[in-house]
């Protein structure tokens, strides 16, 4: 028996619903509990640093690379030194006697300093003798003579180095940086009597880390309160009860609330950035909504089929113990020592599951056939997303690692919502639903409600009358009518937006390209970069574990003579080492710089060298993917091929699909390219002004792989049903059709919410999250649409039945003979073309086995059911409704049974 069938029938998920049946309310109290105190530890930190205080920026460079290397180098030799700068602006400087004026009015301000620090670790043009007429004191002043900076150097332990391990220096640098800061904010008002105008900014890294970290936090704020109303409307389209519209959304809120005191946990052992902490939060709260959506919908579904039976909850498949051709859950006529009778279930060894299956009430009976369908779907969705994790934790050390671990945390907090919540939740609210008295939809939405859901349906190919003929489904349908056009047309799109990419430079964000915009701390190092330019840090810098005169003619012959170096500047000694700052052809983010840090560590210097700065870090961050890559590529490959060989038992639909995706996300990446880096439609879409001509590559990578994750997710949830009814003996283009029909609503309504949440990352000001949200948005939207709903349908249409070849010894027990069936029925089946020389519907004498959808026909309230009203599933007094033993007469009635649910819930699945 192969897992995935044993996924069907686990004992886990069966155990699990009728745990959280039994204690429903206990496991709702236990999760509003522990979400509040979650939520109070991340947001108040217990005393301590709170959540968004501990978030970090991303770091430039990948730990173990020769630019990390160099830089532990220079901190190494600038100690424990914290550099505090306040620079002052509008004041005017052009003449002597106002340079005059303004020294007298800083002299208060240099013997406070003095007291701090020492006055030896304060600096300004004033203290300079000669003032401005100095070289090192013009250094210090603007270019437009209208400022000047401040430079106060914190550092108690002067040349000695504190251990890192040492909180009580640390504690003590950190409050000599806050008197500092503060006697430097007032010296703009001192400066009032002599330039009236006179404006001032305090920048340290402390600062700048604040800057970031308080608007993640806004974002957060901002972007769930743009996803609410998404959220809102597509769960009151896709539920039709406000009982279970409120459910959905308490576990969305509930999951966002766990997931700030998950990831405040994380942060006390991780430095987790702040993009991860950002996009993985609106991503889990996505995630958690498409799966409530998902249990709700089935739940519905399985509602509307009437009380199941006990071996109605028992999903279709090959048995696990009993007759060949039985299935889990049948009863049996045993020998009469078995202790076994016609009227009781077999159970199975070691388990009392059937028993304590035929002993539960009716409710119990549908939230397990539920979990045992829809939660089934989770969990297989939820380990594609948590692979895309595993491979993000691969790629490279250092940032990339610590936002796989966010995102584990994130998802294990979704997936246990999903699993608990959610059930317990439905379990409440569930026989609402049967309820004459049950509320619909709020009010609000009733009037706008059947529009809503009419446009749903057009978006999913789904019409009342379930014939999926609408604009829209009939784009689809032609997937499986012209297979070879569709698939032509589907590669020659993908082809032409991926071509752009060709063109990718990816960059490494510095501090200052990641503050927000706007901010005082980002306009800071606008008006430095711009007016000081001796201030700024140079295109690279290159150390050398050495001095002497071996070491001045390597730099003076060599390195001045490399191709990209314009000029050597201001080399100097720091103890056992020698610094040198170059200045490079073109932006230090350019490609002509890479190439010069390229041939700079192809010299054969005399000593040990590293060449920094932000081409270096974009260097070695590329060689260290590049690096991973293939064991990246190989464990996620993998990993995705056997989760979806253990979910449809086909070895060659995983090989399909892996390639198509990346196609997919090679599209998805030009796109991305041809409106970042080009800049078409920058200002359009709200971006903020890029740092260089290029796209991140912690968004890009982050974007693969993750975007990966959600396009499997997205196919687990597709196949699932297709799977299910292969499994049952249905021939493939059935299989296919029905499948998809069925699974199209709750894909397309999770990846409504999906996109909603990535586009909300837009109104950030953190241009780093901006970049992230619009390339996991394009993923899923470009995957959806023109992958998962039409190409990949195509190319299952084009195999067949072999789409579903395995190895035998792969195949489960079972299966085969009821696949084989099928399959002979269809190969004796001739294809029917209509005079337009389109292919019929499948044959009506293709013959599908009833299972819990299509039973519905049977239902004492199918004639509310077709006039779009929720059934009742009600029964006659003391009586249960139990599924048919015959098999359906044609696929028609199949459908039709399908659609009367469809046209109450449209995204049922």
Same mark, same amino acid.
Request: aromatic share 4%; net charge negative.
């Given at each position: ?625 590049? *690096?991973? %890559?293939?064991?990246?590529?190989? +464990? @996620?490959? =993998?990993?995705? /091929?056997? $989760? #979806? &060989? !253990? ?125 992230? *949200?619009? %390339?996991?948005?394009?993923?899923? +939207? @470009?995957? =959806?649409?023109? /992958?998962? $709903? #039409? &190409? !990949? ?117």
């Amino acid at each position: 028996m192969s897992v995935g069938t044993w996924c069907d029938n686990a004992v886990m998920l069966g155990w699990l619903s009728y745990r959280v049946f039994k204690d429903a309310w206990l496991v709702v109290a236990t999760w509003l509990v522990l979400s509040a105190v979650l939520v109070v530890a991340a947001l108040t930190g217990l005393g301590g640093q709170n959540l968004f205080s501990r978030l970090h920026s991303v770091t430039a460079d990948t730990p173990g690379t020769q630019s990390a290397e160099g830089g532990y180098v220079l901190d190494s030799l600038s100690g424990d030194a914290v550099t505090v700068t306040l620079l002052v602006s509008d004041v005017d400087l052009t003449t002597t006697q106002q340079q005059e004026e303004v020294a007298q009015a800083l002299s208060t301000t240099h013997a406070d300093l003095g007291q701090l620090v020492g006055t030896h670790n304060v600096l300004d043009p004033f203290v300079v003798p000669g003032m401005l007429t100095s070289d090192a004191a013009r250094s210090m002043a603007a270019d437009s003579m209208d400022g000047f900076v401040v430079v106060v150097t914190v550092n108690p332990n002067g040349s000695a180095v504190a251990d890192p391990e040492d909180t009580r220096y640390a504690q003590e640098v950190a409050a000599l940086v806050d008197q500092v800061s503060n006697r430097l904010e007032e010296v703009p008002a001192e400066l009032a009597a002599t330039a009236p105008g006179a404006r001032g900014t305090v920048s340290h890294d402390g600062s700048v880390e604040e800057a970031i970290s308080s608007e993640a936090g806004r974002d957060l704020l901002r972007s769930g309160l743009l996803l609410l109303p998404v959220a809102l409307l597509v769960t009151a389209l896709a539920v039709s009860r406000l009982l279970q519209v409120g459910a959905c959304l308490l576990a969305t809120v509930v999951s966002a609330a766990s997931t700030l005191g998950a990831v405040y946990g994380l942060s006390l052992v991780v430095e987790v950035p702040y993009v991860a902490a950002v996009v993985f939060w609106v991503l889990g709260a996505s995630l958690t909504l498409g799966y409530a959506l998902l249990l709700t919908s089935r739940y519905q579904e399985t509602l509307g089929s009437g009380t199941p039976s006990a071996s109605a909850t028992e999903p279709e498949g090959p048995p696990e113990d009993g007759p060949a051709g039985s299935a889990p859950g049948d009863t049996h006529t045993q020998d009469p020592g078995s202790g076994t009778t016609p009227d009781r279930p077999a159970p199975v060894r070691g388990t009392h599951r059937y028993r304590r299956d035929a002993e539960a009430p009716p409710a119990a009976r549908l939230l397990s056939a539920t979990m045992r369908t829809a939660g089934r779907t989770v969990v297989f969705s939820a380990l594609a997303v948590a692979v895309s994790l595993c491979g993000l934790y691969l790629a490279a050390e250092g940032t990339l690692r610590a936002s796989a671990l966010t995102g584990a945390v994130v998802l294990l907090v979704s997936v246990s919502v999903s699993l608990t919540l959610v059930p317990a939740l439905l379990a409440l609210t569930g026989q609402e639903v049967l309820r004459p008295s049950s509320r619909p939809v709020s009010p609000v939405l009733l009037p706008i409600r059947p529009t809503l859901s009419s446009a749903l349906r057009r978006l999913s190919g789904i019409r009342r009358d379930g014939r999926g003929t609408t604009p829209a489904g009939a784009r689809i349908r032609r997937s499986s009518v012209y297979p070879w056009a569709v698939l032509a047309g589907c590669l020659l799109v993908l082809t032409g937006l991926a071509v752009p990419l060709g063109s990718l430079h990816t960059l490494t964000s510095t501090a200052s390209d990641q503050l927000p915009v706007g901010s005082d701390q980002r306009a800071y190092a606008a008006v430095l970069e711009q007016e000081y330019p001796s201030t700024v840090d140079q295109d690279a810098t290159l150390i050398l574990a050495g001095t002497g005169e071996s070491v001045t003619e390597f730099i003076n012959d060599h390195v001045a003579s490399v191709p990209g170096v314009e000029a050597v500047v201001s080399p100097s000694t720091a103890g056992d080492y020698t610094v040198v700052y170059l200045d490079l052809t073109g932006e230090r983010w350019s490609g002509t710089a890479e190439e010069a840090v390229t041939a700079l560590r192809a010299l054969d210097p005399p000593v040990e060298t590293w060449v920094t700065g932000q081409a270096a870090s974009q260097v070695d961050m590329r060689g260290s993917l590049l *690096g991973s %890559a293939p064991v990246v590529a190989a +464990a @996620v490959v =993998l990993a995705t /091929v056997v $989760l #979806l &060989l !253990l979910l449809t038992d086909s070895l060659l639909l995983p090989l399909v699909a892996v390639p198509v995706t990346g196609l997919s996300l090679s599209a998805s990446l030009g796109v991305l390219t041809w409106v970042v880096q080009e800049g078409h439609g920058r200002s359009l879409l709200g971006l903020a002004p890029a740092g260089g001509v290029g796209v991140d590559t912690t968004a890009v990578v982050t974007a693969v792989l993750l975007g990966l994750g959600l396009a499997m997710s997205h196919e687990v949830v597709l196949m699932s049903r297709v799977a299910r009814h292969r499994s049952a003996g249905t021939d493939h283009r059935t299989a296919l059709h029905l499948g998809l029909r069925q699974s199209r609503g709750p894909v397309l309504a999770a990846a409504v919410v999906t996109v909603a949440a990535c586009t909300s990352l837009l109104v950030s000001r953190l241009p780093l999250v901006q970049e992230t *949200g619009l %390339a996991l948005a394009l993923v899923v +939207a @470009v995957d =959806l649409l023109l /992958v998962r $709903l #039409l &190409l !990949l349908p195509s190319v299952m249409r084009i195999l067949g039945r072999w789409s579903w070849w395995a190895p035998r010894w792969l195949r489960p027990s079972g299966a085969s003979a009821a696949q084989g069936r099928a399959d002979r029925q269809e190969v004796d089946q001739e294809t029917e073309q209509d005079p337009n020389g389109e292919a019929r519907e499948p044959a009506e004498t293709s013959e599908v086995p009833e299972t819990l959808e299509t039973a519905r026909s049977a239902a004492p309230d199918e004639e509310v059911m077709a006039a779009g009203g929720m059934p009742t599933g009600r029964q006659p007094a003391g009586e249960e409704e139990a599924l048919p033993d015959r098999t359906a007469s044609s696929v028609e009635s199949a459908e039709s049974a399908q659609s009367a649910v469809e046209s109450a819930s449209p995204t049922a699945g």
